[in-house]
């Protein structure tokens, strides 16, 4: 790809990401498990809430051999709120391998590390240009939006086959001595001047040397197909309380979505059901139900990026007439809190205090 201002583009960003650099807490380290963790919570996450997270994190887990074998309740309570938990499990397992098999050193090889659970493309090559001084590429939306503009690049960024086309431009514009500080470059002007919509060209220290600036269409790029729409799936959820004054919960399953977290249990409504979820609530734990409000508890909407749940939730009182599956368990509030739940659950304990 031929750009006349590679030199100039790269020195300029590192100049001023050395200047303007945002004070982050993993930007005081070179540290790769702790950089790791850092890119790992980032992912689809605004740095302003990540910043809470990665402190306490770090303090429970310090070093690897302290996450790698932490309880994975434990370890989803802690990373309680801050969604997409596969990516803690994930990353547990491959600080896991990490100690087992590289005697817990991270690897410093796109080759190696790439092999670790979690780890993609981009996750590896933050790791290895920050931590380690490789100059590696690390691509996510900010860079692609960066370059498309800078580049004037046209394809379609939300096509799989197109982040090869970004990676070879990074690899080629790349500071060799500080690549580090060149990614992060990209990411910080991504993040806080180059935005989706209007742009701060007027802010942008690489304005000079933008092909989309200099055309006068920086906001027509990136090209970016439209997502098809999201599944919506309706629940009843049944805040359960016997009269012992404790809960029914329910965990989910080990794999899928919020895997391994605890809910008040949870019935899809099903237009072609025959029975009611509060029939199918009293089959699946054998109890019986004594008060139901008509009144709804609460009710509200949980986006995923690829689903929406449209979630009805009712207070309602019962007695357990059975021994419950392994799967369920009656709690205390008190209780509730040292248990790993997600977002929408949270918003229901929320109501409940």
């Known amino acids: 790809m031929k750009y006349p201002y590679k030199k100039e583009f790269t020195s300029t960003l590192v100049e001023w990401y050395h200047n303007e650099k945002r004070d982050l807490p993993w930007r005081r380290t070179d540290d790769p498990y ?16 990540v910043k809470p997270y990665y402190n306490r994190f770090l303090e429970k887990y310090p070093t690897l051999e302290s996450l790698a074998y932490a309880p994975q309740e434990e370890l989803l309570k802690m990373w309680e709120g801050l969604g997409y938990y596969s990516r803690a499990r994930n990353l547990q397992s491959g600080v896991r391998e990490v ?20 780890v993609g493309p981009y996750t590896a090559g933050a ?31 939300a096509l799989p086959k197109t982040k090869k086309i970004f990676e070879e431009a990074v690899t080629g514009l790349i500071d060799q001595n500080d690549p580090g500080a060149f990614n ?25 040397y933008c092909t ?4 006068g269409n920086p906001e027509e790029l990136p090209v970016k197909s439209k997502k098809t729409k999201t599944k919506r799936v309706t629940f009843d959820v ?48 054998k109890l019986r139900i004594f008060q139901t409000s008509n009144e709804l508890l609460m009710k509200f909407k949980h986006i995923f990026s690829h689903l929406t749940w449209e979630m009805n939730c009712y207070l309602i009182e019962v007695e357990i007439e059975r021994e419950l599956p392994d799967c369920a368990k009656l709690v205390t509030l008190e209780e509730i809190k040292e248990l790993p739940m997600s977002v929408p659950m949270l918003k229901i304990l929320n109501i409940l205090k």
């Not at 702790?34 to 809430?49: A, G, H, N, P």
């Not at 249990?265 to 009611?276: D, G, L, R, T, Y």
């Open 184 to 208: 992060q470059g990209l990411m910080d002007l991504g993040a806080q001047i180059c935005t989706p919509t209007s742009p701060k060209c007027l802010l942008c220290p690489v304005r000079e």
């Open 34 to 49: 702790k950089i790791w963790v850092s890119e790992v919570m980032l992912q689809q996450t605004r740095v302003d809430t």
């Open 99 to 118: 100690v087992e098999k590289y005697n817990g050193q991270v690897p410093d090889n796109r080759h190696d590390i790439s092999k670790l659970k979690g």
């Open 127 to 157: 790791i290895l240009s920050i931590a380690y001084n490789k100059p590696e590429h690390a691509v996510d939306g900010n860079v692609m939006r960066v370059l498309s503009r800078v580049l004037l690049i046209q394809e379609d960024i």
């Open 238 to 285: 049944f805040v359960a309380k016997n009269s012992e004054g404790k809960y029914l919960l329910e965990k989910r399953p080990d794999q899928g979505l919020l895997a391994s977290m605890w809910q008040f249990p949870m019935i899809e409504i099903a237009p072609e059901s025959v029975q009611s979820t509060h029939e199918i609530l009293q089959e699946n734990y």
């Open 212 to 215: 989309a600036f200099n055309e």
